[in-house]
Structures are given as structure tokens and as C-alpha cells.
């Protein structure tokens, strides 16, 4: 199983991003997805979510009506859009995979991405 991030980079505030999570080793339409961010001197802390079943998704409230997380089944790959971006967005975002594989749930997480928001 693996989890490969990117799409993380410097942006002026107000401006847009969207990262990938590209994954192999499992089926990103059964498992629920998550993005996670660590800023410095802070705990990791989810940022929004999409479930395997139904593909429901949820949100931080600091990021409603600013992030969408979504995903492509054909390329197995979930997606962070990231609009309206502020200065308290910068940190590392980390995907999250965590699907029932017998005899336990399995949890992997990806090597992280920058995103720094600065003028």
C-alpha cells in the first residue's frame, strides 16, 4: 500500500491549490480518505474527509465553503481543492487511507506536502 501526495507549493493568500493523493495497493472507492495538516508546533488535525460507502464527505469548520475533497475512481487518486487560501492554511497535508482488509482495519498515511501560504 502506498500513498504518494503532491501538488503542494507556495501560493499568495486568496489564491488556490489542489493536491493529489495518488494510491496503490487498495481501492481508494472503499476506503475512507482523509486529509490531515500539521502546522509547526501544532497537533495533526483532519481537514476534511470522504467516506468509501457513498462517498459522503465532511469538513473542518476553518475550511467549509474553502476546501473540497473528492476523488477519481478511474485513476485512484483524492483530491484536496483548496480556494480562499490564508496565511493558517500553511502546513504539511498529509493523506490518510484507513479500509477493512482481513483480519483488521489497516490505517497508511502519505509522506506529507508542503503548502506554504505567504505574499
Known amino acids: 500500500v502506498q500513498l504518494v501526495e503532491s501538488g503542494g507549493g507556495l501560493v499568495q493568500p486568496g489564491g488556490s491549490l489542489r493536491l493529489s493523493c495518488a494510491a496503490s495497493?487498495?481501492?481508494?472507492?472503499?476506503?475512507?480518505m482523509s486529509w490531515y495538516r500539521q502546522a509547526p508546533g501544532n497537533e495533526r488535525e483532519l481537514v476534511a474527509r470522504?467516506?468509501?460507502?457513498?462517498?459522503?464527505?465532511n469538513y473542518v469548520d476553518s475550511v467549509k465553503g474553502r476546501f473540497t475533497v473528492s476523488r477519481d475512481n478511474a485513476k485512484n487518486t483524492v483530491y484536496l481543492q483548496m480556494s480562499s487560501l490564508q496565511p493558517e492554511d500553511t502546513a504539511v497535508y498529509y493523506c490518510?487511507?484507513?479500509?477493512?482488509?482481513?483480519?483488521?482495519?489497516?490505517?497508511?498515511w502519505g509522506q506529507g506536502t508542503q503548502v506554504t501560504v505567504s505574499s
Open positions: 490518510k487511507s484507513r479500509f477493512w482488509r482481513v483480519p483488521s482495519w489497516r490505517e497508511y
Open positions: 470522504i467516506i468509501g460507502t457513498g462517498g459522503s464527505t
Open positions: 495497493g487498495f481501492t481508494t472507492s472503499s476506503a475512507d
